[in-house]
């Protein structure tokens, strides 16, 4: 077995290039595992290695697409954390595909015996990848200009309780939300085509109340109507029948996935539709500080998938909330 530093996966002078994709860890090493070895480790599980060399190495340009791990920082304030800093080969990605990225930048890393934890805290991508994801297709202006609404806050809310209103009872609360003073409310993440409320009908009496609102206060109002579901297939139908109905904003889950949530951004954007991704799951990776995703990675992966615009919490309520972070 060969240390991976010795295999070519750690540089301490490496010159970063401007179309390098560079990545920030947080490695916390095995007992007795130097950190610059750890760093080399991630650098390489993320790129082209395996557990020692093999003669296959020879047939590929090898030395190219090997990940270097530049650069190794302790944490503040901590006896056992380091910074990695990593950099990437374009060419190493699909263009276009968070499938791809995040299969090799946190794909098998995480499970690594090198590391007891580890937490990708930040990336830079160039702008040679970037291009090749469609990003948002609406901005706040845009937004604004639906709305009609500048100069203020946009307010909205979550109709409560989530689960086990009537689709009638359900439009209720979105009319008496927006008629009294609301611009928009929003299905919550699991609210899809419960047995209490079938997606049709709550999408129905949504708009109903969106639009009787509207009359009684004449001003613009809307609502985030939620599409996910457990197919494509599901979601594009859904999708379909929120913009027959006049809607403007759909929404989905983080929980659905980045192929599904590259997906929907393409219709949403083909069809002129804003849409809303609910951060569903995200705290299962991003809430502890030494291992899993820092949430703003997740939002730069979404805003690269062409959502317009993303639950991101609030520093007072029932939930954890970082003031720096949010």
């Not at 590391?115 to 469609?134: C, G, N, W």
């Not at 009537?166 to 085509?193: A, C, P, Q, T």
């Not at 393409?266 to 809430?287: K, P, V």
């Amino acid at each position: 077995v060969i240390p991976y530093a010795k295999m070519g996966y750690w540089d301490a002078s490496y010159a970063v290039k401007t179309t390098d994709i560079l990545a920030l860890f947080r490695i916390t090493p095995q007992p007795g595992v130097d950190p610059v070895e750890a760093a080399a480790a991630v650098a390489g599980e993320s790129s082209t290695a395996t557990w020692t060399v093999v003669w296959t190495d020879l047939l590929t340009a090898c030395d190219r697409y090997r990940a270097k791990a530049y650069r190794v920082d302790p944490v503040p304030n901590t006896t056992d954390q380091f910074f990695a800093f990593i950099a990437y080969e374009c060419d190493l990605f699909e263009e276009g595909s968070l499938a791809n990225l995040t299969a090799s930048i946190i794909g098998n890393v995480f499970g690594f015996k090198a590391v007891s934890a580890l937490r990708l805290e930040d990336m830079r991508i160039p702008h040679s990848y970037l291009k090749t994801f469609q990003g948002p297709a609406t901005g706040i202006i845009v937004e604004r200009e639906r709305l009609n609404k500048y100069g203020i806050p946009l307010l909205g809310a979550t109709v409560k309780p989530k689960l086990g209103l009537s689709g009638k009872n359900y439009g209720r609360v979105v009319y008496e939300g927006l008629k009294g003073g609301l611009d928009f409310l929003k299905d919550d993440e699991n609210i899809n085509s419960q047995p209490f409320m079938r997606w049709r009908e709550r999408f129905l009496y949504c708009m109903e109340g969106i639009n009787r609102a509207s009359s009684a206060t004449g001003e613009v109002k809307g609502s985030y109507l939620n599409i996910t579901a457990g197919t494509m297939e599901e979601v594009y139908k859904r999708a379909e029948y929120a913009k027959a109905v006049g809607s403007i904003v759909v929404m989905i889950d983080l929980v659905m996935g980045y192929t599904a949530i590259q997906s929907a951004a393409i219709w949403s954007r083909e069809n002129d539709m804003i849409l809303h991704l609910h951060r569903a799951g995200n705290s299962t990776y991003a809430r502890q500080k030494n291992h899993g995703i820092n949430f703003r990675v997740i939002c730069k992966w979404m805003r690269m998938s062409g959502v317009d615009h993303i639950h991101a919490g609030t520093v007072v309520g029932k939930l954890e909330g970082d003031p720096l972070m949010i």
